[in-house]
């Protein structure tokens, strides 16, 4: 391509070429992290996921070995027991103790129970007499809640009993003796021991059933191909749930499993999950490969779309160079160095000639706007000064007629101090104290006019009052309540004023007859029906010194009331002289 004379390499080729470099680096390293990320998050999730599961599943399963517990705590510290254990009884005493304390005790511990159990008390005092049921094969739980009551001589040649190892200590024993694990059975134990000198009197024993207490240990909560087992501190499995057994040696496997695990305290006991990682394998494939297929789709595209846009600007630089060319007369006092032999090198050399012109523009603009706004500001507050004065002065006409001599002295010394504040020595800004004792002023001379039939509650921030404000903000919003908002005996005024992180918000709050939807946005509507023009004015001022990010809004509802929030910066005068002089 040639350009006054002289071959250059297009841009447009260049913005194609490196586009096509930029594109293909991101894509490669979002795809590569994506897919990391993933299989991370995926990992990462079902280990959330399940360890979640298995707290929820050790706490119901707690729950219900904490009944047991509970029935077992009722025995063991009941202290009426305590003494009938350590007594020889006489004959016609067995019978009382047994019939009037032993058998309802034990049967107001049974009806406590949530599922079915067995309760066996073993007592080495012969004196109280035994209590048992036929011994058979059946499972012992499918009576119901029963109890019993043995002595220990019965039980002592039995291997469970001999290896069954009762400390001392108030801790309970969690096993499976007997036919416990037959049935589906587990059984907790614990010693029946004297509070006085700590020795054995028997122990008790609390059957409840595996399926019951453990019903929470459910496969499919983990996943289809995944097991949910519990199994011993010797690594025994105790109970496991699956879609299919276990492996047979299925410790030496872990390294094919996730294996998430959970305690459960008391039990000697512990929850695991184990999820074959071949299923998360399977997952990360498939995500690996969407990832590489929206990588090549997305490469496809964006190379696609990179040509496309290159021949787009390349045609607009063109058209550029073609424009400024046609300016080239003018003289500019900025300049701009640019190396190359392209579209760009014209741009630089029409710039440089245009520059001098633009700055003068963007000088007389940006005077003009200022001045512009000067003007529009000063309008703005002449259209309220007067719309009050004629007000006020009507209400001292009315004074004066009726002969209210102190009224009428208290209202000219309060439009007097109003109308001192409103001029503020013809700056636009006041501080905030300034601002509140203006409205003050008018709200005195309102009270003047209203009598009982106004109330007022000033609530202001003791830090705001530092601050400045663009004047004549309140009054107007005061003024509007006292001529639209009044409806029936009375109306109360509130104002309220407050610092919220860098900006000051003051409410003007009334209880008044309220507006409707429709009447805000014509309010606000410039280009409306001329309403509520004291409040769009305060807008445009604050807006006009503040910017767009500032100004006034109203949320009211037909016979409630409106609520004026109106926000300006944290500001002084004196922040303005310093950027002035800065500049």
């Known amino acids: 391509m040639k350009i006054n004379g002289q071959r250059i390499f297009p841009f447009g080729y260049k913005l194609m070429m490196s586009y096509w470099v930029f594109v293909l680096i991101p894509v490669i390293a979002v795809g590569y992290f994506s897919y990391t990320f993933s299989v991370d998050s995926i990992i990462t999730q079902t280990e959330k996921n399940i360890t979640g599961t298995l707290q929820q599943t050790r706490d119901n399963i707690l729950y219900k070995t904490d009944g047991l517990n509970r029935i077992m705590d009722q025995i063991f510290f009941d202290e009426s027991m305590q003494i009938i254990l350590n007594q020889n009884l006489a004959n016609y005493e067995r019978?009382?103790?047994?019939?009037?304390?032993?058998?309802?005790?034990?049967?107001?511990?049974l009806y406590q129970s949530n599922g079915r159990v067995n309760v066996s008390l073993y007592l080495q005092n012969e004196s109280i007499p035994e209590i048992y049921y036929e011994q058979s094969d059946?499972?012992?739980?499918?009576?119901?809640?029963?109890?019993?009551?043995?002595?220990?001589?019965?039980?002592?040649?039995?291997?469970?009993?001999?290896?069954?190892?009762?400390s001392r200590s108030e801790e309970a024993v969690w096993k499976q003796i007997e036919s416990d694990a037959e049935h589906g059975n587990i059984s907790v134990i614990r010693n029946l021991i004297d509070f006085g000198s700590g020795d054995p009197k028997g122990f008790v024993r609390i059957v409840g059933s595996v399926h019951e207490i453990f019903e929470a240990v459910d496969y499919t909560k983990v996943g289809e191909e995944s097991y949910f087992?519990?199994?011993?501190?010797?690594?025994?499995?105790?109970?496991?749930?699956?879609?299919?057994p276990l492996p047979e040696h299925w410790q030496r496997q872990l390294d094919q499993f996730l294996i998430i695990d959970e305690a459960l305290p008391g039990l000697n006991l512990k929850?695991?999950?184990?999820?074959?990682?071949?299923?998360?394998?399977?997952?990360?494939?498939?995500?690996?490969?969407?990832t590489i297929i929206i990588g090549v789709i997305s490469f496809i595209v964006l190379a696609i779309v990179g040509l496309l846009v290159a021949r787009y600007f390349s045609k607009r630089i063109r058209k550029?160079?073609?424009?400024?060319?046609?300016?080239?007369e003018g003289e500019f006092s900025k300049r701009i160095t640019y190396s190359g032999k392209d579209e760009f090198a014209f741009i630089s050399i029409a710039f440089n000639d245009m520059a001098q012109n633009i700055q003068e523009l963007i000088q007389k603009v940006y005077i003009g706007e200022i001045e512009k706004k000067e003007a529009e500001l000063t309008a703005l507050q002449a259209q309220i000064n007067p719309h009050f004065l004629y007000n006020t002065l009507s209400s001292i006409s009315r004074l004066a007629k009726l002969g209210e001599v102190d009224k009428l002295h208290e209202m000219i010394i309060e439009l007097s101090k109003f109308y001192r504040l409103t001029l503020n020595e013809g700056r636009p800004l006041v501080s905030i104290y300034n601002e509140l004792?203006?409205?003050?002023a008018y709200l005195e001379i309102q009270k003047i006019k209203f009598r009982n039939r106004m109330t007022v509650t000033i609530d202001v921030d003791s830090n705001v009052i530092q601050y400045d404000t663009v004047k004549l903000i309140l009054q107007p919003f005061v003024e509007n309540v006292l001529e639209h908002a009044l409806f029936g005996d009375r109306i109360h005024i509130r104002i309220t004023a407050h610092l919220e992180d860098a900006t000051i918000i003051f409410k003007v709050i009334d209880d008044g007859i309220g507006m409707s939807q429709e009447t805000i946005e014509q309010?606000?509507?410039?280009?409306?029906?001329?309403?509520?023009?004291?409040?769009?004015?305060?807008?445009?001022?604050?807006?006009?010194?503040?910017?767009?990010?500032?100004?006034?809004?109203?949320?009211?509802?037909?016979?409630?009331?409106?609520?004026?929030k109106i926000t300006i910066p944290v500001y002084t005068e004196k922040q303005r002289e310093e950027l002035v002089n800065s500049e």
């Open 95 to 109: 019978y009382e103790k047994t019939t009037q304390y032993l058998i309802p005790k034990l049967s107001s511990v």
């Open 138 to 166: 059946a499972n012992p739980l499918f009576r119901g809640n029963y109890f019993e009551i043995f002595h220990t001589s019965r039980i002592e040649r039995k291997d469970w009993y001999q290896t069954l190892s009762l």
């Open 229 to 244: 087992i519990v199994f011993n501190d010797r690594d025994e499995l105790f109970l496991e749930s699956g879609s299919q």
């Open 271 to 290: 929850l695991a999950a184990l999820v074959p990682l071949s299923d998360l394998e399977k997952n990360a494939v498939r995500l690996r490969n969407t």
């Open 320 to 328: 550029i160079v073609r424009l400024l060319q046609v300016f080239q």
């Open 437 to 440: 004792q203006h409205v003050q």
């Open 523 to 564: 309010i606000f509507n410039k280009n409306g029906i001329r309403v509520g023009y004291g409040i769009r004015n305060v807008d445009e001022r604050i807006k006009l010194e503040f910017g767009q990010a500032f100004g006034v809004s109203i949320h009211s509802r037909l016979g409630i009331g409106t609520t004026i």
